[in-house]
């Protein structure tokens, strides 16, 4: 089974981002993850959530694929072009978000005019798959684990407090449910067989 996740429209070049997807390119889906979060790089978190989402669409709609299984089949960073970065009251089609990153980029020109710098973004494709084949490429046992199957859960208390709900609502031997328990007399100094007390007199 194959899924697959996009980013679009990044904000970096497609070179220096192809440098961390070689990193992660043929390897487990997990072990992938912590070499991103462990990477220095500034598209290295983006690249993480990307291969989470790839994950999170392999397993909807209950297919039951299990992520320890997946592998990263394939990772593709393709150019998005080149584009300025403006000021909001510039292009009003900057959202908010993106306010923060869109710094102006400006060089000076003759006669007292500015060219905007252009900055590259790209697109970036992530393919998990389970697959023998791939698992075998990866360098890893064609056939994937088992998923572990967990037990539906009949009612919302556990099977430990539904066995002492249980216990506490049965009749005690020789007792009715309603009787309560007589009160013991109070107990004196005992008594030996010859019916003397313990007191010396």
Not at 113 to 124: A, D, E, G, N, S
């Amino acid at each position: 089974m194959e899924a697959v996740a996009r980013l679009l429209h990044y904000r970096g070049a497609a070179q220096k981002v192809r440098l961390v997807a070689d990193l992660v390119r043929m390897k487990p889906a997990g072990r992938a993850i912590a070499t991103l979060k462990a990477t220095r790089k500034s598209c290295s978190a983006p690249l993480a959530k990307l291969v989470e989402s790839a994950i999170a669409n392999a397993q909807q709609n209950g297919s039951g694929v299990d992520a320890d299984a997946l592998v990263i089949a394939k990772i593709m960073v393709d150019e998005a072009g080149r584009k300025p970065l403006q000021r909001n009251n510039m292009i009003r089609s900057v959202s908010n978000y993106k306010k923060r990153f869109a710094r102006p980029r400006f060089m000076s020109g003759p006669q007292g005019r500015m060219w905007l710098i252009p900055r590259p973004f790209c697109h970036v494709t992530v393919v998990v798959s389970d697959d023998p084949a791939v698992r075998r490429e990866a360098g890893l046992p064609a056939e994937a684990p088992k998923a572990v199957s967990r037990r539906p859960k009949t009612s919302r208390i556990g099977a430990a407090a539904a066995a002492v709900a249980a216990a506490g609502s049965r009749p005690v031997k020789g007792k009715s449910a309603g009787e309560k328990e007589k009160k013991s007399p109070a107990k004196g100094p005992k008594a030996d067989k010859s019916g003397k007390t313990g007191k010396s007199e």
